[in-house]
């Protein structure tokens, strides 16, 4: 599971970055993200994405500027 987000952004940047991720979900045939929104006192939006496969979320995602929570870095063993 992947799970990305747009934090704050205005109702015309959310309707454009949805917009974009529709066409990206149709024109590579992917599953459809799990959507939840957040509307702020102050008119910004919050758009959270859950992809079930990490490769279609990259490859909806790629250049949509949406945070993803970073991986734990991987502790390599010295001997």
Do not use: K, Q
Request: charged share 25%; hydrophobic share 40%; net charge positive.
């Amino acid at each position: 599971m992947v799970n990305a987000s747009l934090r704050g952004v205005s109702l015309p940047e959310a309707e454009r970055a949805l917009a974009s991720v529709w066409c990206r979900v149709e024109e590579y045939g992917v599953d459809a993200p799990r959507l939840r929104f957040g509307f702020r006192r102050d008119g910004s939006v919050t758009i959270r994405f859950s992809f079930s496969d990490p490769a279609a979320a990259h490859l909806v995602l790629n250049g949509l500027g949406a945070r993803t929570p970073r991986a734990p870095a991987a502790r390599g063993h010295r001997g």
